[in-house]
């Protein structure tokens, strides 16, 4: 039996799925949030901004993957609109409009954070 297939149905039951994301292979939920926060590289950050149809990353898109990571690290979950705003010195509507996404499909899954569907 190969393990590798057995390894993928677990997964495809879980709603998993492995993708080769700069260079890696690296297991995604569902909604294509790393399943592993610490997969996340910022290559792999440009790599997914690309295909969401965000051909660059600028100085705020890294201040708020940054932020997120960071708090997430220290703290063990996503910052809160108002510690995000105050962390990052945007408002939630420069926010919302500098991912395609917003905050939750577009900042905290590039920045690596879990799925909020998923976090206890």
């Known amino acids: 039996m190969n393990p590798r297939a057995g390894q ?3 997964n495809a039951q879980l709603g998993r799925h ?3 994301v700069a ?10 949030f790393f399943w592993d926060h610490e997969d996340w590289s910022e290559e792999a950050a440009r790599e997914l901004a690309r295909e969401a149809g965000l051909e660059e990353l ?20 996503a910052p809160l609109n108002n510690q995000l705003k105050k962390g990052t010195g945007l408002t939630l ?8 996404g917003g905050i939750k499909h577009g ?9 909020p569907k998923t976090c206890n």
């Open 107 to 115: 900042a905290r899954r590039l920045a690596g954070l879990p799925n």
């Open 18 to 20: 492995v993708r080769l």
């Open 23 to 32: 260079g890696k292979e690296m297991v995604f939920d569902s909604e294509n």
């Open 58 to 77: 600028g100085e705020k898109h890294w201040r708020v993957m940054r932020f997120f990571r960071e708090y997430f690290l220290y703290n063990g979950r």
């Open 93 to 100: 509507l420069e926010l919302e409009g500098l991912f395609p």
């Open 8 to 10: 993928e149905g677990a």
